[in-house]
């Protein structure tokens, strides 16, 4: 069982950054890849960042690459996204999510956080 806790989230404007953070509670984290998945009022929740259990590996999705860096701090249980150059279009519910797999799907995460809320005024 992993326990997932989201903060960092805020108001930001175009252009600036902010940095999201996942505490993860639980024996198994570290055998977990992580990701972060976003969703705006209206749309489906979509993939946003994925790092693997190591941390050596990442993938980003097209629309935040360039800009966002995921990361993790094995020793503190947290994993972290980092937003740069921020636009009105990441505007959105950020929510952090664990998995014993891999990928970009959510449905193969099993374990979510409550969300951070994301609003990138222009």
């Known amino acids: 069982q992993v326990q997932l806790v989201e903060s960092g989230g805020g108001l930001v404007q175009a252009g600036g950054s902010l940095r999201l953070s996942c505490v993860a509670s639980?024996?198994?984290?570290?055998?977990?890849?992580m990701g972060w998945f976003r969703q705006a009022p209206g749309k489906e929740r979509e993939f946003v960042a994925t790092i693997s259990g190591s941390g050596g590996t990442t993938y980003y999705a097209d629309s935040v690459k360039g800009r966002f860096t995921i990361s993790r701090d094995i020793a503190k249980n947290t994993i972290y996204l980092q937003m740069d150059s921020l636009k009105p279009e990441d505007t959105a519910v950020y929510y952090c999510?664990?998995?014993?797999?891999?990928?970009?799907?959510?449905?193969?995460?099993?374990?979510w956080g409550q969300g951070t809320q994301v609003t990138v005024s222009s």
């Open positions: 639980g024996r198994t984290f570290n055998s977990n890849a």
């Open positions: 999510a664990a998995t014993p797999f891999s990928g970009t799907v959510a449905t193969m995460y099993h374990y």
